[in-house]
């Protein structure tokens, strides 16, 4: 493409100054808690050359989003907290849609309106005067919902050969149902208690009632993150056990109560089979030399093959 030697100079002015931006944003950027996504580009010289010929560029030599940095976020409810976040480094000078409260297109009307903001590196005042902090440049805030659908369609849509409508009344109508997704995601708290659903239905009443039993006995500080997984895990094991509710909280009170507490950094499971050994022993020793295709395996441990004076080779379905 051949462009004026001002372009190619701006062009090259910019890139050095936006190389040294990228890298003081990125250390930011990478702050950010865990489950969000970040990232940040320096524009390309083409995209560049074709954004001055929009005739929309006053001075091409600040241009608004050389540089452009994104922070994804799991849902809208997840804004804020990013918005706080980019404070902490970003001194924001004004802002795409403007007004957040008021929609900038018909209700019709599906397209890219993700937040955009556009401002400099806040000043540090521990530190010299920095070419950097005059650099205006824009930071985009998404939801993953959000970011699927740009992710997914620029390429398909603004990169393809030629015009299609339907290609871009296609590209509408995923941004329609992405965005249906997420404002059911963004309520389902509210949702769940829609008369339109079942209050309760199985297994999640069962399993609910194995959670109940597990919170009456330590507290959440002392259980893993994931509950699911966990009362799912545990309910296989009451059920090779036959166990239900009632009698899994009997055998727990009984192991508390015998060894002065639950013992210390063990895991409900742990505590089950353990439990049930010293009670059950007999049964528990039946269930472990059966023939593993039938049953899932039961972690035990050492102690408790001696206790009920079996061999782990004989075991077919113990797992240490």
């Known amino acids: 493409m051949v462009v004026p030697s001002s ?7 910019q ?9 003081e944003v990125d250390s930011h950027l ?29 001075e091409i030599d600040r241009l608004e989003d050389f540089f ?66 005059e650099i205006i440049f824009e930071i985009q805030v998404r939801t993953f919902f959000q970011h699927a659908w740009s992710s997914a369609t620029h390429d398909l849509v603004y990169k393809y050969p030629r015009f299609s409508w339907s290609r871009s009344r296609v590209a509408a109508q995923i941004k329609a149902m992405l965005e249906s997704a997420e404002m059911t995601m963004d309520a389902i708290d509210t949702l769940e208690q829609s008369p339109v659903l079942p209050r309760d239905g199985s297994p999640e009443s069962h399993l609910n009632e194995i959670l109940d039993v597990v919170t009456a006995h330590w507290s959440k500080t002392d259980l893993p993150g994931n509950l699911k997984r966990m009362t799912e895990t545990l309910d296989d ?13 009997n055998l727990l009170t009984k192991g508390r109560n015998e060894l002065d507490g639950h013992p210390d950094g063990w895991s409900p499971y742990q505590c089950v089979v353990d439990y049930f050994s010293r009670y059950e022993p007999e049964k528990l020793a039946r269930l472990l030399r059966k023939n593993g295709r039938q049953l899932k395996q039961i972690h035990v441990t050492e102690s ?17």
């Open 15 to 23: 890139e050095a100054l936006a190389k040294l931006l990228k890298t």
């Open 30 to 58: 990478r702050k950010a808690p865990g489950d969000w996504f970040t990232t940040s580009r320096v524009k390309e010289e083409d995209s560049f050359h074709q954004k001055i010929e929009t005739g929309r560029i006053v």
């Open 304 to 320: 408790i093959l001696i206790r009920l004076n079996l061999r782990y080779e004989d075991c077919r379905c113990a797992a240490l």
């Open 237 to 249: 094991l009451c059920r090779t056990l036959d166990l239900d509710a009632t009698k899994l909280d």
């Open 7 to 13: 372009w190619r100079d701006a062009f090259k002015a």
């Open 68 to 133: 452009g940095a994104m922070v994804v976020v799991p849902l809208q409810s997840d804004v804020t907290n990013a918005l706080t976040f980019i404070e902490r480094f970003f001194e924001t000078k004004y802002r795409r849609p403007t007004d957040p409260t008021r929609a900038s297109h018909e209700a019709a009307a599906f397209r890219f309106n993700d937040i955009r903001l556009y401002g400099m590196l806040r000043a540090d005042d521990s530190m010299p005067p920095s070419p950097l902090d």
